[in-house]
Each structure stands twice: as structure tokens, then as C-alpha cells.
């Protein structure tokens, strides 16, 4: 999983491309070790070290993990693809907005 996040940011980077990770783990120093070691560049934001975080909470989260791909709007366009598939989404999406500048 880690290098298929990484090879995202590194294909879609110059491009209006933010991959955001949102965390649940109880230890962030935990958290902090893991990017380092995995060499993860995207931003990640911490969830109050459980599952019912607020994050977590506001957009239904049950299971990790959970992936939504938003547009350029934020609007959540795609939930729960991995792979392909969430390379496809993610390029659909940026080709949306490419067409519209």
C-alpha cells in the first residue's frame, strides 16, 4: 500500500495533486516512525488516536482503510478505491480540471 501512495504523489507531482492521509492510531509517534521509515511524503493528519475521531466520525468511517478521492471542489467523488482503480479516479478527476483551466 505505502508504495503504491508513494508512486501517486511522485507521477502526479506539478500537478494540482494533494495526496492527505488521515490517522487513527493511538500512538503518534508510532504514526511519525512509520512515514519516516516508508518514506512518505504526503501530509497526515492525526485523528485523536481512536476510531471515533472526529474526522472518522463526520464522514463514516468504519473500516481502515477507507480512501476518498474529492475534486477540485472537494467534493467526494469516489470512496473506496484502491489500485487501478484509484488511479483511474484520481486521473479522471485531474483531467476534469486540466479541461476547465
Request: proline share 5%; glycine share 8%; hydrophobic share 35%.
Amino acid at each position: 500500500m505505502y508504495s503504491h501512495e508513494r508512486s501517486l504523489e511522485q507521477r502526479h507531482e506539478g500537478r494540482p495533486f494533494v495526496f492527505l492521509a488521515v490517522n487513527s492510531d493511538a500512538d503518534r509517534t508510532q504514526v511519525k516512525q512509520i512515514l519516516a521509515e516508508e518514506n512518505l511524503i504526503c501530509r497526515c493528519v492525526w485523528d485523536g488516536g481512536g476510531p471515533e475521531g472526529p474526522i472518522a466520525t463526520r464522514y463514516g468511517v468504519e473500516r481502515w482503510p477507507t480512501t476518498f478521492v474529492l475534486d477540485g471542489n472537494g467534493v467526494i467523488r469516489y470512496s473506496n478505491v484502491h489500485g487501478p482503480e484509484l488511479d483511474q479516479a484520481v486521473e479522471t478527476l485531474l483531467q476534469e480540471l486540466e479541461r476547465r483551466q
